[in-house]
């Protein structure tokens, strides 16, 4: 499998690392594994991303060349962080909820997954964040909180 990753991700892939993916096909969608092989040290003029190839057991042939994947490389671990669905982020903010008042709160992120942010500064734990509706919220907004 030839992936394209960019430069700010690409410091953290080595060789030997475990790769998960997905692929939307009927034959099978559950989770696969494979090994980063190469990582190109130079990045493509054209589209400034750096080549990785990555082998994958295909023993029950269901994999098939041209089919598209959902790549996941962990390249970093962290025992415990604080972090909040992406969704409850815009801008660099996100709103609290204290006694039914949403208030905007600045944050400081770190690692952005698909489905979360880390909060590294700006956030206690255990803090109700409000996840839907906040994209035109105002500041000190009354809410309903709905689980």
Same mark, same amino acid.
């Not at 060349?65 to 390249?75: H, K, L, S």
């Not at 006694?99 to 600045?106: F, W």
């Given at each position: ?12 892939? =080595? ?12 034959a ?11 990582? #190109? ?16 057991? %295909?023993?029950? =042939?269901?994999? =098939? ?28 903010q996100?709103?609290?909820? %204290? %006694? #039914? ?6 944050v ?5 997954? =698909? ?10 734990? %255990? ?6 509706? #906040? ?13």
């Open positions: 499998m030839d992936l394209d990753i960019d430069d700010q991700t690409i410091p953290y892939v =080595r060789k030997g690392m475990t790769v998960r993916f997905t692929v939307d096909q009927p099978d969608t559950s989770e696969l594994f494979g090994k980063v092989e190469w990582v #190109n040290p130079q990045a493509s003029a054209a589209s400034q991303t750096f080549a990785v190839r990555v082998v994958v057991q %295909n023993a029950k =042939r269901v994999l =098939r060349p041209g089919y598209f994947a959902e790549v996941r490389i962990a390249i970093d671990q962290k025992a415990k962080a604080l972090c909040v669905p992406r969704e409850a982020l815009v801008d660099d996100v709103f609290i909820v %204290n %006694n #039914n008042i949403a208030t905007v709160k600045k400081t992120t770190g690692w952005l997954t =698909r489905d979360y942010a880390e909060i590294l500064s700006g956030l206690e734990e %255990n803090t109700i964040v409000v996840v839907k509706g #906040n994209k035109a919220l105002p500041d000190s907004a009354e809410v309903r909180i709905v689980e």
